[in-house]
């Protein structure tokens, strides 16, 4: 069973940066879809940015110029470069993964961006 496991949440202050990775288990790393998604307190859990199998992304308009999404196939990690971070960046981070109709999420990391 592929488990995807979360990393590199935290404090951080409003305009710092951070780095969220996601590991997945299994094989054919390179062909899955992977994104980020993000849940505020009292809020639905959005779309942050997606990266397809050929590489190609999508971002959110909210995060567009701050957040990079990107992918290493040999290490099986896709990666989530924030910058700039705004309060109302602060929110649990999920790793997400789709594979034809097989969807599956990582356990979320925190992200808290405040001073």
């Known amino acids: 069973q592929v488990q995807l496991v979360e990393s590199g949440g935290g404090l951080v202050q409003p305009g710092g940066s951070l780095r969220l990775s996601c590991a997945a288990s299994?094989?054919?790393?390179?062909?899955?879809?992977m994104a980020w998604y993000r849940q505020a307190p009292g809020k639905q859990r959005e779309l942050v940015a997606s990266?397809?199998?050929?590489?190609?992304?999508t971002y959110t308009d909210s995060v567009k110029g701050r957040f990079t999404i990107s992918r290493d196939n040999a290490k099986n990690t896709v990666y989530l470069q924030m910058n700039s971070l705004k309060p109302e960046d602060t929110a649990v981070y999920f790793c997400?993964?789709?594979?034809?109709?097989?969807?599956?999420w990582g356990q979320g990391t925190q992200v808290t961006v405040s001073s």
């Open positions: 997400y993964r789709r594979f034809g109709s097989i969807v599956t």
């Open positions: 299994g094989s054919i790393f390179n062909i899955y879809f």
């Open positions: 990266i397809s199998g050929d590489g190609s992304t």
